[in-house]
Structure formats: C-alpha cells, structure tokens
C-alpha cells in the first residue's frame, strides 16, 4: 500500500493541504470545487456568512461552559465594558462568592486576568453575551447594571457616558437625559466639544419631548452649552441659531438663568465675528442679569469677555480692572476653569504692558491650574503666551517649543482658531529671526484658517505679521498691501494696538524709500500712544536708533514731538488712500 501511494501522489507538482481548527468537512468540500482546488480554500474570501457562524459556534460553545447562575452577572460584567469592574459586581451580586465566580468564569475561558486586571478574554465573547440577551428581559438587566454601577461611583462624571448608554438600553429616557447632560458637561469641561456636542444632542432631543416647564427650563440651558460648544469649534452660525432659540425657550421657561448664558454666548459669538461693539453690549447685559442672581461663574466669564475687549482696544487699565474681578469671582465660585482662564488673561495683558516677569507668574498659575483638570483649550493658550515671553526675551528656540507643542495640542481636540493663533506666532517668530520663506508658510496657514472661520481679529494680526514679512524679504509694494488690508481690519474693530503696529511698519517702509523725517513723525505718533505694546515696539525701537543715526538728535526730537501732533484717523486714512507703487 505503501508503495503504491509513493507511486500515485508522490510525483512533481503535488502537495498535500492540512485544514486544521473547527471544520466542516462538508463545506470545505464544496469550497474547493467552488474555487477550482483544493489549495485555494486557504486563500479564498470566505463567505460572510461562513465566517460568521463558526465565530458565534466557538463563541457559543465558550460560554455554554458557564452555569446559568454565573451567566446572569457575566451579562452585567458585559453591560459594563470588556474590564470587569469588580467593585460593581459585589453590588449587583451580594450573596455571591466573586472570586469562585471569576475562577469559574476563568476556567470556561471567558474570563482571564491581565495586568492584574479581571476582563473578558475577548471582547467577542462580551458581546456575544449581549446578542444573546432576550427582548424581554434587556430593559431589566441594562437596568440592574445602571443602578449597581449608580450605587457604586454616585456623582462620578467620568461614568456619566456609561450611565447614559446604559439607561438608554434599560428605556429610561430621563434618567439617559440625567446622564447625557453630565456627559455633555464634562465632555465640554475636557475641551471635546464634539463628544459634547453629540451629548448634548441627545439631552436635547429627550428634552424636547417633554413639554413639563421644568424640562423646558433644563432644554434652554442644553441649548446654551451646544452653542457654547459650536463656538469653540468655530462654527458660529449654529452657535447663534442655538443662543436665539435658547432666548425663546427662556420666555415660556421664565428661567432668567438661560437669558443670562444666552446672551454671554452671544456676545463672545459676535466678538469673534468682529463687531465689539455689539459683543460689549450683550455681555454687560449678561453681566447684570449674571449679578442679580449672584451668579459667580457668570460674573466672572462675563467681565472676562469684557477685559479682552478692552485690551485688544488698547484700554490696558479697564481691562487689568475687569479681569481682576473676574479672577475673584472665580475664586468665589471655586471654579477652577475659570481661575485658569482669568490668570491667563492677566498673563497675556501683562504681556502686552512688557512686564514679562509678572507675566510668566500669572502664566503659570494658568497652565499649573489648566493640566491639573485637563483643560486642553487652557494649556494650548497659555503656550502660546509662554511661547511670546519666550521670544521678547530673544530665547528663539523655547518660544518655538511653546508654539509647536500649543499647535500640537489644539489640532488633536479640533481647536482651528487657537492653531492659528500658534501659526501666526510661528510665522511672526521665523520673519524676526529673517527666515521669511519659513514665515510665508506658517502665516500662510494661519490667514487661510481665520479666512475660513471668519475671524476678524486673527485676519487682521496675521496681515500684520505678512506685512513684516514682507517688509524684512524687501518687498516694499507686498508689505503695504498687507499692512492697507489690516488698518482697514483693525479700524473696523477698533483694534488700536493692531493699527498702531501696521502704521509703525508702514513708517518702516517710509524710511526706506528715503523719506527719513516722515518717517520719525509716524514713530512718534505710534510711540507716544497709550495703547503701544512690545509687539510694536519691536518694530518701533529698532527704527528708531536706525534713523537717529542719520539725524542730528535735535532734529530727531523735533520730528519725534511733531509726531505726537498728528491725527491718528489722518493717518490712517492716508495709509488706506495709498497705493503700493507710490511713496505716501
């Protein structure tokens, strides 16, 4: 026999298949005369179907190992996550031994430890026990995990999503509301607004079926925070649509509350949008309905919104003022998101006024408060502010770190205006260290986004920035377009400090073309201004010492003092008159 199976199968191009594992002798069979030969099962697609049900068999025989009376607490461990949790175990199952329960469970092979840590071997397996739960009995047991893990981690945000899922499955569509709130709250607290976002959406759409005023009430303040939310991921048409239909709610609700957040959102939508005036407006209405509930948080955010306002407008007293309101306010409330906001703010304002020490203090707080809650918006923004110490104290490699690390931070949770923010930076960093090819690019990205989103303020620094760029690459026709295109942004938000600089690299421009005693008239109207800052002066002193040397001193002084005479509007209006061929 031996010798006459050599003789038939041993021969060239022969092989022999082994098909190993939980087979179907019949199905392979016809798999093979389907394919063609043998030797193509191995390599085939197999059917869906096929792959499907051998799966669940083996599923299946695994947990046919468990007794009925430990399979009816693996469907909780299920409920729960692949981790079981064993805390809750004990709670849903009292009276019984968990830890001959998990030996048990181990011994069927549905349960292993790894890394000192009970779970299910796989993950298949847990939701092969949820396929299997009956109709009738899955709003129960989704109920009984809900209430074991309610008994177990009460008032625990972290678990708020789980609850919501868990209450959802159980069709318990106010208790799902209870936790998809928490969930949307806390999502939004860690800078994810879209997981946020798709919180809050399901709060209210539960709450929209209930016409109970109370409910109404609690769906005017979802309304808010889904605005909230929309306008940190830029999207401000859906932050006002939301805000407005938050106001209506708030008439039939009579909660004074939502009027108060509607009109804050509002007012930092508009801000953002361009119109401070208008922004100033709603948020000192806020502000007022915010004190007459001695509402802290609201006071402190609402006169917040305003010392940015101020600040950017070149009002450095008002805003240190109101922002240091706010800080107590904060403080009162004990809420620490808005702590490190305010400490941030005071760091930038400090910033702005060159007192750099003081501002590295505030920072600090900021960012030590910020990584404390993990508040990813806080702590890429005050790296962008460590990232300006850093540069003004000419430590160019530090200042870079900063921004790239807040550039890093603000792509991963989505943040586009703070990632701008770190571009522009980065652009503006390159072109004072004479890198201008490096400071086209970064800037280049960051206008494209501010473009995108609308964002005036930004549009308007990072033209700014372009036209230094352009100035240091000596492409003088360049440089005035951008800094014409950003006088007329600034003006338009009555942004001082941005006008300010675009004049003093207008000057800049002046001095190069020879026209050396205009040139000293525009720094000393730009210097002598209340609202200069140690971006402009970045410009402005340098210039400064390069015209002084071409000019006797009395002469320098005299152009200088002729300066601080000029009409600022005069000005600006020649700048916006010119063109970028002709000497102004």
């Not at 005071?346 to 990584?371: K, P």
């Amino acid at each position: 026999d031996v010798r006459t199976f050599h003789q038939q199968w041993y021969v060239p191009a022969n092989a022999a298949i082994v098909i190993a594992g939980d087979v179907d002798v019949a199905r392979v069979r016809a798999l093979a005369e389907k394919t063609g030969k043998l030797s193509d099962v191995g390599v085939a697609t197999l059917p869906p179907s096929l792959m499907i049900e051998g799966i669940q068999r083996l599923l299946q025989r695994r947990l046919a190992r468990v007794s009925t009376d430990d399979y009816s607490l693996l469907q909780i461990a299920a409920m729960i996550g692949r981790e079981v949790d064993l805390k809750v175990m004990r709670t849903a199952k009292p009276d019984l031994d968990i830890a001959q329960w998990l030996l048990r469970c181990s011994d069927a092979a549905v349960l292993e430890i790894r890394d000192e840590q009970w779970q299910f071997s796989h993950d298949k397996l847990r939701q092969e026990v949820l396929r299997e739960l009956p109709a009738d009995k899955r709003p129960q047991c989704y109920e009984d995990a809900a209430k074991a893990l309610e008994a177990v981690y009460p008032d625990v945000p972290d678990y708020a999503p789980l609850l919501m899922y868990l209450w959802a499955e159980a069709n318990q569509p106010q208790k799902e509301r209870q936790y998809a709130i928490i969930a949307g709250e806390q999502a939004y607290q860690s800078s994810a607004y879209r997981d946020a976002i798709t919180y809050l959406q399901r709060a209210n759409t539960l709450l929209a079926a209930d016409s109970a005023s109370d409910a109404q009430a609690q769906r005017g303040m979802v309304l808010v925070d889904l605005a909230k939310s929309a306008t940190h991921l830029n999207n401000y048409a859906d932050a006002i649509r939301l805000s407005e239909e938050s106001l209506a709610l708030e008439a039939t609700a009579n909660a004074p509350a939502i009027r108060a957040e509607a009109l804050y959102t509002l007012g930092y939508t508009t801000l953002y949008q361009g119109d401070p005036a208008k922004a100033t407006q709603l948020l000192e209405q806020s502000l007022t309905l915010y004190q007459e509930t001695a509402n802290q948080r609201g006071i402190s955010e609402a006169l917040r919104g305003l010392a940015r306002i101020n600040s950017a407008q070149g009002n450095y007293a008002t805003g240190a003022q109101y922002l240091e309101e706010s800080l107590t306010s904060s403080q009162q409330a004990k809420n620490l998101w808005d702590e490190a906001k305010a400490y941030g703010d005071l760091g930038n304002l400090a910033i702005m006024q060159g007192d750099f020490e003081q501002a590295e203090s505030q920072l600090e707080q900021s960012i030590s408060i910020a990584r404390s809650i993990n508040y990813q918006v806080g702590i890429a923004t005050v790296l962008i502010m460590h990232g300006l110490v850093a540069h003004f104290r000419n430590q160019s490699g530090r200042s870079t770190e900063y921004l790239l690390e807040s550039l890093a931070i603000s792509r991963r949770i989505g943040d586009q205006r703070t990632a701008a923010d770190a571009l522009n930076n980065l652009g503006s960093y390159a072109a004072s260290r004479k890198e201008h090819a490096e400071a086209q690019s970064w800037l280049a990205q960051s206008l494209t986004i501010y473009r995108e989103l609308k964002f005036r303020w930004g549009i308007a620094a990072t033209l700014v920035n372009l036209g230094h760029a352009a100035s240091g690459a000596e492409n003088s026709a360049q440089a005035k377009q951008y800094f014409r295109e950003a006088v007329q942004y600034a003006g338009e938000l009555n942004a001082m400090p941005l006008t300010l600089e675009s004049i003093a690299g207008f000057a800049r421009l002046i001095a190069t073309e020879g026209n050396t005693s205009q040139a000293l008239e525009w720094v000393g109207l730009v210097t002598a201004h209340a609202a200069i800052n140690p971006d402009i002066k970045s410009v402005t002193d340098p210039l400064l010492a390069e015209l002084s040397a071409k000019l006797p001193a009395d002469e320098v002084q005299q152009h200088l003092d002729k300066g601080k005479t000029l009409g600022l509007e005069d000005m600006v209006a020649v700048i916006l008159a010119s063109s970028s061929d002709t000497q102004v």
